[in-house]
């Protein structure tokens, strides 16, 4: 498998399971988008419309978002939001 191919299989696994968070965070006016995965496996997210300026979105990130990441896509080495 090249490079490309296994960067593209991990991005897919990232969005796969960004949308098993969606729904909980679109019931509370939210949302999440990829913005990116780093060389070093880092993805790298944009929270979005209630979410952004929610004073929980810190917590949401670690143990909403982050946890099932790191559940379904064990190789990711941590979680961060970009703006």
């Not at 968070?21 to 929270?47: I, N, Q, W």
Request: hydrophobic share 40%; aromatic share 0%; charged share 30%.
């Amino acid at each position: 498998m090249s490079e490309q191919d296994s960067r593209q299989e991990l991005l897919d696994k990232v969005e796969a399971a960004l949308a098993m968070v969606r729904p909980s965070l679109e019931a509370d006016g939210g949302g999440v988008e990829l913005a990116g995965v780093t060389d070093d496996k880092v993805v790298e997210v944009r929270l979005q419309g209630a979410c952004r300026g929610c004073p929980m979105a810190q917590m949401t990130l670690a143990m909403g978002i982050g946890r099932v990441l790191r559940q379904e896509v064990p190789e990711i080495t941590d979680v961060r939001a970009v703006n």
